[in-house]
């Protein structure tokens, strides 16, 4: 599933996620007020003995070992989403409230034009400056509504955003961070989507040269929409559209309980050994040679499910903890907006979100270890 960034994002302004076919116009924008959103960070857990690696390197953090059976452990990259507002007191907010400090802070850029999604993207940075962790940024290939730009940047025309964005993530202390870039090309919603293959890999590669050419340390993430890619995107299989070892370092997967949802441990399993699962495409990582990521994932009780699932969150914190080695992040996705999406936890104070409380305290009673 997608996720939605403002499309005139500016300072002190809030934004909160619309998604699917009126992406647009369910955009709320509000005002932000840095102080009223904070919240006092949780308890860092300690450092094991003898390994100092900096915080805020994805480089050096994926580096560390993490071993089967526990998650996070000491070493592993869990974390979420900006919620309500993209910014670190939103992500300490809900660090806090599970009981143990994320490792990784989840955001995205502004899509309204090419500029304002590359140059422009100062504020992406500037809203975790004082985040000490690795930050993850989705990045889109072309602005929303710009399905006929996706061929100008598989020629290289857009080339020199790139290399703007690259510079940027360096000039803010952020070059050593994951960047998601073209996500979710398998989803009908997104303006970079897999309508041709070829284009969607040039453009990618196009992209990807001229980010790493201004940021040689840029961490870059191709993902999938997990369950299912529609026959007139990539051909009808998402890894139709992987533009190849050379131009990725980490292969992920978006992976929430819906459509089809898990009423069963049999279902999960079934569903993520499946073409687009989270089995499915981990294989593929491996023989890739690639470390994995879930860099969004949660409970849709307004989807086929129809109710909150909290054994979906205790069978992605087993899946999470069997392939710790790795996997070299996940983060919760956080979401409230009417009908579409519900899928937030530890919010039952808001008004706008399900309570979710069968999920809030299982994700407690895991993540927090």
């Known amino acids: 599933m997608p996720d939605v960034p403002p499309t005139a994002l500016r300072r002190g302004r809030l934004w909160l996620a619309a998604a699917g076919v009126a992406v647009l116009a369910l955009a709320i924008i509000m005002k932000v007020d840095p102080e009223s959103s904070a919240t006092p960070a949780p308890t860092k857990s300690p450092a094991p003995h003898g390994i100092d690696a900096d915080p805020r390197s994805a480089r050096a953090q994926i580096a560390l070992p993490r071993v089967p059976g526990a998650w996070p452990g000491p070493y592993g990259l869990s974390g979420v989403n900006g919620f309500p507002v993209l910014n670190s007191a939103s992500v300490r907010e809900f660090c806090s409230t599970r009981g143990r400090d994320c490792k990784v802070a989840h955001t995205y850029t502004d899509r309204t034009s090419y500029d304002s999604m590359t140059s422009g993207s100062g504020w992406t940075f500037e809203y975790f400056a004082d985040f000490d962790g690795v930050l993850v940024i989705s990045q889109a290939l072309v602005p929303d509504r710009g399905e006929n730009l996706v061929a100008d940047c ?8 790139w290399r703007d964005f690259g510079a940027l993530m360096v000039r803010h202390g952020r070059g ?40 040689p340390q840029v961490v870059l993430d191709w993902t999938i929409n997990a369950h299912n890619t529609p026959a007139d995107l990539c051909g009808g299989l998402s890894t139709n559209c992987y533009p190849g070892d050379e131009y990725v370092d980490i292969i992920g997967i978006d992976n929430y309980d819906h459509h089809p949802w898990s009423p069963a441990l049999a279902d999960f399993d079934r569903t993520a050994a499946a073409p687009e699962g989270l089995n499915w495409l981990f294989d593929f990582a491996r023989d890739h040679g690639k470390q994995f990521s879930v860099g969004e994932w949660g409970v849709m009780p307004t989807a086929d499910a129809g109710k909150d699932n909290p054994e979906f969150i205790r069978w992605m914190h087993a899946w999470f903890a069997e392939h710790a080695p790795y996997l070299a992040y996940e983060a919760y996705f956080q979401r409230c907006d009417g009908d579409f999406s519900q899928s ?25 270890r």
């Not at 598989?154 to 955003?161: M, T, V």
């Open 154 to 161: 598989a020629a290289g025309k857009h080339d020199q955003n």
């Open 344 to 368: 937030a936890i530890l919010r039952p104070d808001d008004p706008k979100c399900l309570p979710n409380t069968g999920s809030s305290e299982v994700y407690t009673e895991l993540f927090k």
């Open 176 to 215: 050593d961070s994951i960047v998601r870039l073209g996500w979710e090309m398998n989803e009908p919603t997104m303006a970079w989507r897999g309508l041709n293959a070829t284009d969607y890999i040039a453009c990618y590669r196009k992209a990807a040269g001229a980010l790493r050419s201004a940021n």
